[in-house]
């Protein structure tokens, strides 16, 4: 079974969300990389969010931004990212992964391919911001050929109508986008959350991933009744951007994401 379907199969049989995080591939460079995934995993990280490094990113806050151009400096590529994936899982990480990135690096690599290429590293899944899900249809038969799952983002200004197109189209889960505007840490979470994730649940049975803006356990707790899965990705880069050059940033990223975790009960 694909780890993605794996894994919320089991978060609705405990009645639990799967925290997930992002990190950028390549930030400080691929060996810290798997350090810290691995790191995370340990740490009660059930689902990774991969992003590969892109020069003109979508969605990205400033701090994914400077993630993405420390990456690119230091050399990363596509290839390379794969490279790391595949260390993490023959090092035994069993956490479900998908690469999260821009349509570009993808579509040049060649659609087949990359999922090909995806799948034999060790990927679940892919996450693309700005592929909507009414211009996916040329990846989808490659998708499908590799067990593959494609979450698309739910925006919170989304009509009733695109709710439905997003969540028809979505394989794995539904990528519920809790603010408005790109990534990046928030202090509080917007007062409408709730009603946005409450219309993306009438609308489909499947599981909904919140994402952008949490950053804190307080977060997570409040959003855990909500969904099956809450991932950070901005407040867990910035601690990378921070140590990334110290021996202990591993361990750093880890005891966050214990105290996530914690929350989650």
Do not use: W
């Not at 009645?15 to 810290?36: F, K, N, Q, S, V």
């Not at 991969?50 to 590529?77: E, H, K, N, Y």
């Not at 990378?240 to 996530?260: D, M, S, T």
């Amino acid at each position: 079974m694909n780890r993605i379907d794996a894994l919320f199969t089991q978060v609705r049989a405990r009645r639990r969300p799967a925290l997930a995080a992002y990190i950028t591939a390549g930030d400080p460079d691929l060996d810290r990389t798997r350090e810290i995934a691995l790191a995370l995993v340990e740490a009660g990280v059930e689902l990774l969010e991969f992003g590969v490094p892109f020069s003109d990113p979508i969605a990205d806050g400033p701090v994914i931004q400077r993630a993405a151009q420390r990456s690119l400096r230091a050399g990363t590529t596509l290839d390379g990212v794969l490279s790391c994936l595949r260390q993490i899982r023959e090092a035994g990480c069993e956490a479900a992964v998908s690469l999260f990135g821009a349509y570009n690096p993808f579509h040049h690599r060649g659609l087949a391919a990359i999922c090909r290429e995806a799948r034999a590293a060790g990927a679940d899944g892919f996450l693309i911001p700005d592929l909507p899900p009414d211009e996916a249809g040329e990846l989808r038969p490659h998708l499908e050929a590799h067990d593959l799952r494609c979450a698309f983002l739910l925006a919170p200004t989304s009509s009733d109508e695109r709710i439905r197109l997003v969540t028809r189209a979505s394989t794995g889960y539904v990528y519920c986008v809790s603010v408005r505007g790109v990534t990046g840490a928030r202090t509080d979470l917007p007062p409408d959350l709730g009603e946005f994730l409450a219309r993306a649940r009438a609308a489909t049975g499947k599981p909904l991933l919140v994402g952008f803006g949490i950053s804190t356990p307080e977060h997570v707790a409040t959003l855990a009744p909500q969904v099956e899965a809450i991932v950070v990705g901005s407040a867990i880069v910035k601690i990378i951007e921070e140590h990334g050059q110290a021996p202990g940033v591993a361990e750093r990223v880890a005891a966050f994401a214990r105290e996530l975790r914690s929350a989650l009960g």
